[in-house]
C-alpha cells in the first residue's frame, strides 16, 4: 500500500482565483493548515488533532479579494472510511481577514464543515485568530462538534510568544479538548494542558524546538512530556 501526503493539481484561471484538485488539506482548522514548520509548538494542537479533518480528496476553490486582505475557499471531498463515524462526503468553507493598523498585524479566520454520513449529517465550526506587534505574538483557535456522537464535543488554544532575537523565541500555550479521550502526551484523560517551549537556531541551516507539555490535573507537572524537534533548511 502507498501513502501519500498532498499530491494536487492547481490550476488558476484568474489572477486571485485558484483551483485544485487531488489529495490535500480540507480547508477547516488553522492549526491543521498552517505549515509543519511554521506550527507555534513541535506538535498541532490537540483539539486540531481531534477536530480537524485532515486531507481528503478532492476538489476547492481559493479566491482572495480586497487586495487580498479576504480569503475565501470552499470544496467538496471524498469521505474517509475509517474515521470516527464512516464519512459519505463532506463540504468545506473557510474565511480569511487578514489587515494591520496601529502597528498590529491581524489575522481573523472563520470555518464551517458538514460531513455527510448515511441519512445523517454533522457540522464542525471554528474561528481562529492571530495577533503580533514586533516581537510579541497570540494565536487563539476555538473548534466545536456540536451533537458529535463520541469524543470530544469542543476544544480551543491560545499560544503567546516571544521573539528575543531574530533567530531565538520563547513561548507559552494552553490546550483543552473536552471530553476524555484526548491525545497524548501526556495523558489521555488530561482535558487541560499547558506548555512551554523555546526555539534556537544553533546554526544557519539548523535549528531545534524544545517544548515540555503538562497536564493540568492534580498530578501536577511531574507528569508531563519534553518534546525535541530538529529541523535542518537545505
Avoid at 73 to 79: D, K, L, P
Avoid at 82 to 95: C, K, N, S, T, V
Avoid at 168 to 184: C, E, M, P, T
Amino acid at each position: 500500500e502507498v501513502e501519500h501526503e498532498d499530491a494536487r493539481t492547481t490550476y488558476h484561471p484568474a489572477a486571485r482565483l485558484a483551483l485544485r484538485a487531488g489529495h490535500f488539506d480540507v480547508p477547516f482548522s488553522y492549526g491543521e493548515l498552517v505549515s509543519s514548520a511554521e506550527t507555534d509548538f513541535v506538535q498541532r494542537p490537540r483539539v486540531a488533532r481531534q477536530l480537524g479533518i485532515g486531507r481528503r480528496t478532492g476538489v476547492d476553490a481559493s479566491y482572495r479579494a480586497w487586495n487580498e486582505r479576504v480569503h475565501l475557499q470552499g470544496g467538496i471531498f471524498r469521505g474517509q472510511a475509517d474515521a470516527g463515524a464512516p464519512e459519505d462526503w463532506l463540504a468545506a468553507a473557510r474565511m480569511t481577514w487578514a489587515s494591520a493598523a496601529r502597528g498590529i498585524r491581524h489575522s481573523v479566520g472563520f470555518n464551517a464543515v458538514y460531513v455527510r454520513s448515511g441519512d445523517t449529517g454533522r457540522i464542525r465550526l471554528g474561528a481562529d485568530v492571530r495577533l503580533s506587534r514586533g516581537p510579541t505574538f497570540l494565536t487563539a483557535e476555538l473548534l466545536a462538534a456540536p451533537g458529535a456522537p463520541a469524543g470530544p464535543g469542543h476544544g480551543a488554544y491560545v499560544t503567546t510568544g516571544y521573539a528575543l532575537t531574530d533567530a531565538h523565541l520563547i513561548r507559552a500555550q494552553w490546550d483543552y479538548v473536552s471530553g476524555r479521550d484526548a491525545f497524548a502526551p501526556p495523558r489521555a484523560s488530561s482535558r487541560s494542558v499547558i506548555g512551554v517551549g523555546c526555539t534556537l537556531q544553533l546554526a544557519d541551516p539548523l535549528r531545534m524546538e524544545v517544548d515540555y507539555l503538562a497536564p493540568t490535573t492534580f498530578d501536577a507537572l511531574v507528569d508531563g512530556a519534553i518534546l525535541i524537534n530538529l529541523q535542518v533548511s537545505l
